[in-house]
């Protein structure tokens, strides 16, 4: 049944972990609708730098909210200047003290989130969704991505009937537990309505234990744009042998 569940869930505890971390007691509705009301806020307000993931942990006085990014820089401004602005705003909205971290994407072209919405804003800028699509999958293949597989509904191309249209490039093994896999779902609003954009990526399979952090393999960047915490390093594709695959990125 992995071809009908999400991907995400489906590997929860196994190799993958949550990205909301708190005890919620008799107020977890609460705090859920506030998680909720702050990744909206957060993408909405941070729609131009590339976010991918809002982590949120929870303490009795504090919130944490880690960001992953693509574009660290357009988040923290000039002398941090900008991350105080949003640390300010978030305090607003939670009546609690927030505290920001934030982690670069190294590699955007296997983040499914970011390859979705970059999908998207070139079908809004009228660039043939075939196009975009085939460009996406060439650069995350070029990354040392395993497979891909992207999924398109709504009015292809202005057509009256509604329809879906599938590419796929290497393997997306749905039913295998340890496959890395990462799925995003991202909707493109046109002149002839919204166009709905899956996306798999195979990112090569996990053996024995690993941390369950999606942090894992990030570097932390401070206010002043420095990177750190640097060694904990990339991840790295892992082989049938169980050990690190050697193969030089490109």
Not at 11 to 21: A, H
Not at 114 to 136: D, G, H, P, W
Not at 192 to 217: H, N, Q
Request: proline share 3%; charged share 30%.
């Amino acid at each position: 049944m992995g071809q009908k569940t999400n991907p995400i869930g489906n590997r929860l505890g196994i190799i993958r972990g949550w990205d909301s971390n708190w005890y919620g007691g008799n107020d977890y509705g609460d705090k859920l609708a506030e998680d909720h009301k702050i990744r909206k806020y957060v993408h909405a307000r941070l729609s131009k730098a590339s976010v991918s993931k809002v982590i949120i942990e929870r303490t009795l006085k504090l919130v944490t909210v880690t960001i992953t990014t693509a574009r660290p820089g357009i988040i923290i401004g000039k002398g941090g200047q900008e991350v105080d602005k949003l640390k300010e705003e978030l305090k607003k909205i939670t009546d609690k003290e927030v505290q920001i971290n934030i982690f670069e994407i190294k590699r955007p072209e296997l983040d499914a989130y970011l390859v979705a919405t970059s999908i998207c804003r070139q079908i809004e800028s009228r660039i043939s969704y075939r196009r975009a699509i085939k460009m996406a999958i060439a650069a995350s293949m070029r990354m040392n991505a395993e497979g891909i597989k992207v999924l398109i509904s709504g009015r292809l191309n202005g057509a009256e009937m509604a329809r879906s249209e599938g590419f796929k490039e290497g393997r997306i093994p749905l039913s295998t537990f340890r496959a890395d896999i990462d799925y995003a779902l991202a909707e493109a609003h046109t002149t002839y309505g919204r166009m709905g954009i899956k996306v798999w990526i195979m990112k090569g399979e996990v053996y024995g234990k690993r941390d369950l952090s999606p942090l894992a393999g990030m570097d932390k960047k401070q206010a002043g744009g420095k990177g750190g915490d640097s060694s904990r390093g990339d991840r790295k594709p892992f082989n049938k042998g169980g050990k690190p695959d050697a193969r030089k990125r490109k």
